[in-house]
């Protein structure tokens, strides 16, 4: 697959002609339809300016006198490129009923509003079902929508200490590891992803649309599956490795030239120990019993991190990488962001990065997304759009309403027009 | 061993010749009801055997992980590489829907059997590839590891404390990323297909599946701001006050965004501490105007958590309206109220005596639930009811291909 293949400027997509709704906020519930409308469907995000996401909630660090800017968010172009913006009052009965005329023409309906509030507005899954029979209703929320603690509220970091992988994971003198990414946000978004569609996929051999709901806390269990099943069946509380694993040795994460820099190494079956133990000039160590088999090496773990981390604290980050790469050993640098987008060679040969347009910037950069889709390239449409940025394409060329009817949803509030703002100067 | 499913993807046939890597993909195939055989090597996948055990006898294949990502799957044996088992794998793959596979770039197209190979038997297949760094590029034949994967796709920088090394997340997350990636593109290709009759090669780097995951909340903030993100212990640079905070009797989460929460959080820390400095006007709004003011508020929640006990920060806090969460074990996860109250968990019979419990449905159709049909396969379980009963083969032959160490 050649690079140029990622981002065509035409070409078919795979989820053309599908059209997905959403009532989002935050990254769980949002990253889906992002997804779908990079592999081609149109994705309408209706909004609110009573409530916005919190994602638009951003004050630009460079121009913070210029307050909230919602359409600026470096997280909503993230989370949010490439799809349509209305905005609507849903404590509005007209709110509404606009709302449903929208779902009425769309396959998927993708909301994580807290527990109970879309069939509070009118917009649960048996009001829809009547209007769109074959309408595929997708939930998102941290703890699903029965149990004692459905209505309790929380944040992708919350459900990493929740669900025990920031226990689980870290060094074993720290109680809890977490990550700056708020991983279980992308869990729950990839696993919503894949079950909404399964329900196409249902949908497309039966006509049958269906109800969906997902728990964040349950697929972030899901991902730890096998860590829950050792504590389930056997009541031990599975040990921190840090770095460590159970069946490569030596593996971990070693100092490097340079401040803060990094090289992870696994060294994985005897015939690589013999390859890694040339590379590191330490050739006696293959006929070293205590590095003679996995098991004699893991006994000896932390003399031999000791020793590789006087090999490595000399060398450059991407040289230890490529060498022992040469040697055919499992190797690579704790990359940051900046090493990553700007001087990854293999990412950079593949095309990942993507360039994004943006109505207020002009470009992004966004982190490509890897669905690796060959025949039908993804590609991730406008970012930085306001709320109710297509109210008049959605309201006037979708629905088919008047300019005069929309005028008037404007004056008694259903609709809520386009909100504008200041760029920060560059 | 797997009954009949009702979920969404009944109907659908998916091969599966995958490692470690790829093996949660092909289960949550399996479990949403598609008919996924998965294709080991003569002998035996050696991922059977990867520690911890279940039954910590060596030569058992008990590995919590093979258990675990092997679920509502058949299995069978097969060495692709003579010409007698490419034809059979062939034959499979013409009433095939997808194809998953983690071989090393090149492999299966060195045995005629590449995407090009199998689209003129069936030009609806999907091939799914799972590989380290993808099928192109420079480095697409550099060796790698869950933890080698985690660092070149940037989780392992921003993961843990400020002063430790980089560190990685427990339960190989690198191949769980890949895998889900990979699941959702296999569908998104397979509804293409259906619609087109055309099936298509799908590249899934595992590097690219952790840079995605990692970075969805960092590059857009580093390119405006110049700030390249890092590891700052339990707290998110956006997000203030956010944490773990110590209580009577162990760790809470606490993370507030909106202002809403903030200001339920100051009245509780002045109701109950007498505190009146928390309730000052400046620190209400969005994060960013707390932001110079961390740890000033670190030091306020502290003085509210610590006359409490975990469950009692909890759901008072919740009861507020503040995401306050414990910070839990393993054995706290396994008897969550919440989860129990679901019943989440599942049990399944395993074939050589004994129960084992399982992480359940990850999501709950209304029309076509998910559900755990079996217990993973044993070695070559169903080789005689996919090659007897489904490609026909006789006894004779079957014996044949045995002897001649093809299955």
Redesign the interface.
């Known amino acids: ?3 140029s293949e990622r981002a065509p400027a035409g070409g ?1 997509q ?2 053309q002609g599908l059209r997905v709704v959403e009532f989002t906020s935050g ?1 769980a519930g949002p ?1 889906i339809g992002r ?1 779908m409308a990079y ?1 081609g469907a149109e994705v309408i995000k209706i909004e609110s300016q009573q409530r916005p996401s ?1 994602v638009r ?1 951003y ?4 121009a ?1 006198e210029l307050g ?1 800017q919602a359409a600026l ?3 909503f ?3 949010d490129a490439g799809k349509r913006f209305v905005a609507l009052d849903l404590t509005r009965p007209e709110g509404v009923a606009l709302a449903r005329r929208i779902v009425a023409v769309s396959d998927v309906l993708v909301e994580n509003y807290s527990s109970g509030v879309m069939e509070k507005l009118g917009l649960g ?1 048996e009001d829809l079902e009547r209007i769109r029979p074959d309408l595929v209703y997708f939930s998102s929320s941290g ?2 929508d ?5 209505r ?4 992708g ?15 074993p003198e ?10 279980p ?3 729950s978004a ?6 909404v ?6 949908r ?2 039966t006509g ?8 964040q ?3 972030t ?15 031990e ?2 040990p ?4 460590a ?4 040795a030596p ?1 971990g ?1 070693y ?1 490097c030239r340079g401040e ?1 820099r ?5 060294v ?1 079956g005897d015939a690589a120990w013999q390859r890694f133990c040339e590379v590191v000039e330490r050739p006696e160590w293959k006929e070293d019993p205590r590095f003679a088999s996995l098991t004699a090496r893991l006994g000896h773990r932390a003399e031999l991190d000791a020793a590789i981390s006087q090999w490595t604290r000399t060398r450059d980050a991407y040289e230890v990488m490529h060498t022992l ?1 040469r040697a ?14 700007r001087h ?4 950079k ?2 095309g ?1 990065i993507e360039e994004v347009e943006h109505l207020a910037k002009g470009h ?13 390239p993804g590609r991730t449409g406008r970012a930085g759009a306001a709320m109710g940025q297509d109210n008049d394409y959605v309201f006037g060329e979708l629905l088919g309403m008047s300019p005069d009817e929309i005028r008037s949803a404007v004056l008694v509030g259903a609709i809520e027009p386009a909100a504008t703002e200041r760029a920060p100067a560059p | 061993m797997t009954a009949a499913g009702t979920g969404a993807l009944c109907g659908r046939r998916i091969l599966e010749l995958a490692d470690p890597s790829g093996a949660y993909c092909g289960k949550l195939l399996a479990d949403m009801g598609a008919d996924v055989i998965k294709i080991e090597r003569v002998g035996g996948d050696p991922a059977r055997r990867i520690p911890p055990l279940w039954r910590n006898e060596a030569s058992e294949d008990t590995s919590f992980a093979f258990l675990y990502t092997n679920t509502s799957k058949r299995g069978i044996t097969l060495n692709l590489e003579p010409p007698a088992g490419r034809d059979l794998f062939l034959q499979l793959v013409r009433k095939a829907d997808v194809v998953i596979e983690t071989f090393e770039p090149g492999y299966l197209n060195a045995l005629g059997v590449g995407y090009e190979a199998l689209a003129r038997l069936n030009s609806r297949i999907v091939l799914t590839s799972i590989t380290a760094f993808g099928q192109t590029g420079p480095q697409c034949h550099y060796r790698s590891s869950d933890l080698v994967a985690s660092a070149l796709g940037g989780a392992l920088y921003v993961i843990g404390e400020e002063n430790d090394p980089p560190v990685t997340l427990a339960g190989s997350q690198a191949h769980v990323s890949a895998s889900t990636f990979a699941a959702s593109s296999s569908l998104v290709a397979l509804l293409h297909a259906s619609r087109t009759g055309r099936g298509q090669h799908v590249d899934v780097s595992i590097q690219e599946a952790v840079t995605a995951v990692t970075h969805i909340c960092g590059v857009g903030k580093w390119l405006d701001d110049g700030i390249i993100p890092k590891r700052r212990g339990t707290s998110l640079f956006a997000s203030v006050p956010s944490g773990a905070y110590p209580c009577k009797d162990g760790l809470v989460y606490l993370m507030v965004n909106r202002p809403l929460h903030w200001k339920a959080l100051a009245d509780w820390i002045h109701e109950e501490t007498g505190n009146e400095e928390v309730l000052d006007p400046m620190f209400e709004g969005p994060s960013s105007r707390r932001q110079e003011h961390r740890e000033l508020i670190d030091l306020f929640i502290c003085e509210l958590t610590q006359r409490f006990t975990v469950s009692e920060v909890y759901h008072e806090g919740q009861r507020r309206h503040i995401a306050f969460t414990p910070v839990n074990s393993a054995a706290a996860v396994a008897r969550d109220p919440q989860l129990e109250a679901r019943a989440y968990f599942v049990s399944l019979a395993h074939p050589e005596g004994g129960h084992l419990r399982y992480p359940g449905a990850p999501y709950r159709h209304s029309r076509t639930p998910w559900s755990l049909r079996g217990s993973a396969p044993g070695v070559g379980e169903h080789n005689e009811e996919v090659y007897r009963g489904e490609l026909g083969l006789s006894a004779e032959q079957l014996g044949a291909l045995r002897d001649h160490g093809v299955i």
Request: aromatic content about 8%; charged content about 15%.
């Open positions: 697959m050649a690079s078919a795979a989820l990254m990253w997804l592999c919190v909630l004050v630009s660090p460079r913070p909230v968010s470096p997280w172009t993230d989370w899954y703890y699903g029965t149990g004692p603690c459905r309790y509220v929380s944040w970091s919350n459900i990493e200490a929740m669900s025990g992988l920031a226990t689980l994971s870290g060094f720290r109680a809890c590891t977490l990550t700056q990414f708020a991983y946000d992308a869990q990839l696993h919503g992803l894949f079950a569609l399964c329900a196409l996929d249902h497309s051999r049958e649309g269906q109800r969906i709901t997902l728990s806390l349950e697929a269990v899901c991902v730890l599956g096998p860590l829950l099943m050792q504590q389930l069946a056997r009541g509380e599975p921190r490795l840090g770095n694993s159970l069946s490569a593996q994460c100092p803060d990094w090289c992870a190494i696994t994985e790469q055919g050993i499992a190797a690579g640098v704790a990359q940051t962001a900046e090493d990553e987008f990854d060679a293999q990412l040969a593949r990942f992004v950069l966004a982190p490509g997304i890897p669905l690796g889709l060959t025949g039908t």
